[in-house]
């Protein structure tokens, strides 16, 4: 019974770590303020026809000039919309667009929550088989296949979430987004070979190249 109540006390914790984590980590150790009246005009208006909605919009002050970051963390009716100043001040109407939709994108289809049930689900397996709660081979088999149904299952979410976005601004608008910011920050958007299929998130490079498929077909 004790065994029991740990483990789901471990799958509970690692839920809330991945759901609440970065959200409580933001609001404690980074610099957030409210948007400015005319900050916050045109951001309605944008997150308006991007289709986001969220409860709260954070400002993250203190970062690098020219860092560029839009996130939407915290759980549902709780959720709130970081974003850096440079978002702002400085990134084209059109490029903010975009990058708010594919989080409305990932909003919409839960991306995150299922990312979060996820990694509780193998933190609590993990467990079960240190405290010898399932039998090491039993358990080690089943940690192997929800880890691959999980990585498949993630990845078809996010492009579920940049379709989402697509709908609603764009493909060509949330792929042109995806690579001024990674033109911005310097870096390539990689591509996919077997090694990422180990993982969560799909490359970049995979989701736009996708997008303009679906640009194209939609022209």
């Given amino acids: 019974m004790l065994t029991a109540a740990f483990l789901v006390g471990v799958v509970v914790l690692a839920f809330l770590a991945v759901a609440v984590g970065p959200l409580y980590a933001a609001d404690r150790f980074r610099d957030l303020r409210e948007p400015t009246g005319p900050e916050r005009a045109a951001l309605d208006e944008l997150r308006r026809e991007a289709g986001l909605s969220v409860d709260r919009v954070a400002v993250v002050e203190g970062a690098d000039p020219d860092a560029i970051e839009v996130s939407v963390e915290g759980p549902p009716r709780r959720r709130v919309l970081l974003l850096t100043e440079a978002v702002l001040g400085e990134l084209n109407e059109e490029v903010a667009l975009g990058l708010l939709a594919a989080e409305a994108g ?64 764009g493909a060509a608008r949330v792929a042109d987004a995806f690579e001024t910011v990674a033109e911005r920050r310097g870096v390539e958007p990689e591509t996919g070979d077997w090694s990422t299929w180990f993982e969560v998130q799909p490359p970049l490079g995979d989701r736009i190249a996708a997008l303009r498929e679906r640009a194209a077909d939609d022209a």
């Fill in 106 to 169: 990932r909003v919409r289809t839960y991306y995150a929550e299922f990312r979060a049930v996820a990694i509780a689900v193998v933190v609590g397996l993990l467990t079960a088989i240190v405290t010898t709660a399932v039998a090491f081979d039993a358990g080690f088999s089943a940690l192997v296949a929800i880890g691959l149904a999980s990585f498949w299952v993630g990845r078809r979410v996010q492009y579920a979430a940049d379709d989402r976005a697509a709908d609603a601004v």
